[in-house]
């Protein structure tokens, strides 16, 4: 059974750092793009990271020089590193695969997320 699951998250005090991790069971990331989504209260999902099964990768201007995307050389686990954070970075996030490798396609597989709070 396809999986993905998120940990990481929790409660950080703002300009601190987080490592999300985004696990994969049943398969592997190779041919998939692995992006990184997240919602805050009462606002839209947004997308905000996303590393395919070459490396490249790509984030989003609020977090782009503060948070880096990479994955283990296994392709099962893609981490999120989340640095300088701010109350602003709030909110659940969420690890999906995209078949195809790019990470314009529709994403197919979705994890439950976990929850970052920033606050002092």
């Known amino acids: 059974q396809v999986q993905l699951v998120e940990s990481g998250g929790g409660l950080v005090q703002p300009g601190g750092s987080l490592r999300l991790s985004c696990a994969a069971s049943?398969?592997?990331?190779?041919?998939?793009?692995i992006g990184w989504f997240r919602q805050a209260p009462g606002k839209n999902r947004e997308h905000i990271a996303c590393?395919?099964?070459?490396?490249?990768?790509i984030l989003s201007t609020p977090v782009s020089g503060r948070f880096t995307i990479s994955g283990n050389n296994a392709k099962t686990t893609i981490f999120l590193q989340m640095n300088s954070l701010t109350p602003s970075d709030t909110g659940v996030y969420f690890c999906?695969?995209?078949?195809?490798?790019?990470?314009?396609?529709?994403?197919?597989?979705w994890g439950r997320g976990t929850q970052v709070t920033v606050s002092s």
């Open positions: 999906a695969a995209a078949r195809g490798d790019y990470c314009e396609n529709d994403y197919n597989y």
């Open positions: 590393i395919n099964s070459h490396g490249a990768t």
């Open positions: 049943g398969f592997t990331f190779v041919g998939y793009a």
